[in-house]
Nanobody, 126 residues
Framework: QVQLVESGGGLVQAGDSLRLSCEVS????????MGWFRQAPGKERQFVAA????????KYTDSVKGRFTISRDNARNMVFLQMNSLQPEDTAVYYC???????????????????WGQGTQVTVSS
C-alpha cells in the first residue's frame, strides 16, 4: 500500500509563498504520475497541478499557472508544490495524489487518482 503524507501548510499573508511537500512511501510511488488537488470550504475538490513520472512534463489549472510550480525528487520519494504570490482564494486543504495508470497524459479528474494523502491546510489572509 502506497502512503502519501503532505506537509508545509500554514497561515500566511497575501503575496507570501509556501512550499508543500509530499512524502511517498515505497519505491513504487516514484513510478506514478503525481498530482496536487485542493478543497476550499464548501467547495468540491479541484485539480491544481500534475507531474509525470520523470518530472519533465507538468500541467496546471489556469488559476495557478505562473504562480505555482510542481516538482519531484524521485530519489527522495518526494513531490513538491511551490506556491508564490498566494491570494485568499488559494485558501484550501491541499492534497497530494498518485495516478497508478500507465499513461503519458497527465490527468486532472479526482476519480482518476488511486492514492491520497491526508491533506495540509493552507490559509491566506488578505
Amino acid at each position: 500500500q502506497v502512503q502519501l503524507v503532505e506537509s508545509g501548510g500554514g497561515l500566511v499573508q497575501a503575496g507570501d509563498s509556501l512550499r508543500l511537500s509530499c512524502e511517498v512511501s515505497g519505491r513504487t510511488g516514484s513510478s506514478y504520475n503525481m498530482g496536487w488537488f485542493r478543497q476550499a470550504p464548501g467547495k468540491e475538490r479541484q485539480f491544481v497541478a500534475a507531474i509525470t513520472r520523470s518530472g519533465t512534463i507538468t500541467k496546471y489549472t489556469d488559476s495557478v499557472k505562473g504562480r505555482f510550480t510542481i516538482s519531484r525528487d524521485n530519489a527522495r520519494n518526494m513531490v513538491f508544490l511551490q506556491m508564490n504570490s498566494l491570494q485568499p482564494e488559494d485558501t484550501a486543504v491541499y492534497y497530494c495524489a498518485g495516478d497508478v495508470q500507465l499513461t503519458l497524459t497527465l490527468r486532472s479528474a479526482q476519480a482518476q487518482y488511486e492514492y491520497w494523502g491526508q491533506g495540509t491546510q493552507v490559509t491566506v489572509s488578505s
